[in-house]
């Protein structure tokens, strides 16, 4: 499969936690929208925010445990979690994963699968500052400048094409907390337009 298609695209969101992306998204593609609707909300975590707001949007839901793969060396809780969610996928016929605060990581299998159709966002300006933490490691690294990337998932942690990057200054004062709202703020803009930026065409997965 590939974009643009001759209808609105199916999007399953992926979230861990509070779901501010995914309200993000929500906002920029209500269901009547011609480019996207989000058709699915998948989490690991039952208590996450991600869940009510899709809920309270009456968007289908789904949750199932997965541990982080450190805790489950054998690999089988995620491969459980991984073909129930793929019935999920095929049930909700799902065209693009978006993963927004997803905090584990796909088997090679998984992503495989998926080629060119799915999306992370990420807190700094990829390849700086990858994996856990990416405000603090900015932070300490002196660096005058961060932001976000929304970028095409491969099997790597944090790699793939660069889809779109939104820049903000980090000030002197900045703590850990404080670079982080300012650039959640700008991932808000820069994930609906990067699905946007796909969607139509605009951009191609070149893998
Ligand atoms: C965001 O900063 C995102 O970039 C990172 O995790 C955070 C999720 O926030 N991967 P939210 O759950 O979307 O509010």
Redesign the pocket.
Known sequence: MSFPLNRPARLAVF?S??????DAILNAYPATHHLARVALVISNNARSG?LSKAQARRVPSWHHPFPPLSKDPDDSRRKAFESRAKLQLDTHKIDLICL??FMRIFSPDFTRNWPGRILN???SLLPDFKGLHPQRQALEAGVTTSG?TVHFVEAGVDTGQTILQRKVPILTDDTEASL?ARI?QE?HVAYPDAIAMLLSGQVKYSA
């Open positions: 979230a936690g509070r779901g501010s992306n995914l991600a927004a605060g966002i990420h807190p976000c982080a959640l991932e």
